[in-house]
């Protein structure tokens, strides 16, 4: 398994990094107290599902608790289990100026300065900033940066997380609500009409042979495809891991099945990583 602690200053971006590690498949666990790291990993061993990846967000927050980091990790050397420490730092300016920003007090102010809260926090990081493996600097950063890093610094790059969701849904039900680009296919000719496809369904090479066979189909098909694909680097650039398309039809059995199905095998052999449901067939 491979384990990374990620600690910092509070206002760096743990929380931005939490949701990047998330969003790459990884276990996460935020504001962990360190003692209970060893036996968290013992429940995730014995787990049915194996866990390559697991991402323990531990800082100040913890109060008293977070003094037992150094003996927890201590303990994991001991066990032979390796791991990582991603630290990551911003300037007293940027942190300052994130705080006022968001209108929240530090977490070891005390109803205080801000300004003693960073410091105090600064002091008693400075040995766990010393044995990290890897610091970053999140001061001139904004999210999709910060996430662009993290995925640059912990994943192979052989490995593409981008992945495409497809859904075919009828309007009669309700557009999908996380869909971030719909396409509506009633403007093709309905099966339903035709008596010896009424009955079955996209999923049926049939009734995806009689809307292919239609030009403005394949017209459509061609068009869309060069659209997304030429969107997608801009979505991984803004630090999008996900995007979701919708194929929408008056029921969503016959011309938005057939769409998602056309779409989902066009995309595959393009390399990209789907995934495919039929949400009201």
């Known amino acids: 398994m491979e384990i990374t602690v990620v ?14 590690f998330e969003d790459l498949g990884y276990y996460c666990i935020d504001n962990l107290p360190p003692s209970l790291i060893g036996s968290v990993l013992d429940l995730l061993g014995q787990g049915k599902r194996e866990v390559a990846h697991a991402v323990f967000v531990i800082d100040i927050r913890g109060g008293a608790f977070f003094d037992d980091l150094k003996n927890s990790l201590h303990a994991l050397t001991d066990a032979g289990m390796p791991y990582r420490i991603l630290f990551l730092d911003a300037s007293d300016d940027a942190l300052l100026r994130r705080f006022n920003e968001t209108r929240r007090s530090h977490p070891l102010s005390g109803g205080g300065s801000n300004v003693d809260g960073i410091a105090l926090e600064r002091k008693r990081l400075l040995d766990i900033k ?3 493996d890897i610091v970053i600097d999140t001061s001139h950063m904004k999210t999709a940066a910060l996430s662009d890093e993290i995925k640059k610094l912990f994943l192979p790059q052989t490995e593409n997380v981008f992945t495409i969701n497809i859904t075919s849904f009828g309007y009669k039900f309700g557009i999908p609500a996380e869909a971030d680009m719909v396409f509506d296919m009633r403007f093709i000719s309905n099966p339903f009409y035709v008596p010896s496809l009424k009955e079955l369904s996209g999923n049926s090479k049939r009734v995806r042979d009689y809307v292919m066979k239609i ?5 459509f098909r061609d068009s869309a495809l060069r659209l997304i694909e030429e969107l997608i680097p801009y ?11 919708a194929f929408g039809c008056t029921g969503g059995r016959h011309r938005s099945v ?15 990583r789907t995934a495919l449901i039929h949400r009201d067939l």
């Open 7 to 20: 600690t910092g200053m509070s206002g760096a971006g743990k929380s931005c990094a939490f949701n990047c």
């Open 130 to 132: 010393r044995a990290a």
């Open 215 to 219: 030009p403005v189909s394949r017209a």
């Open 235 to 245: 979505f991984s650039t803004e630090g999008k891991y996900k995007l979701n398309l």
């Open 258 to 272: 057939t769409m998602a199905i056309v779409f989902n095998e066009a995309l595959t052999e393009r390399g990209y």
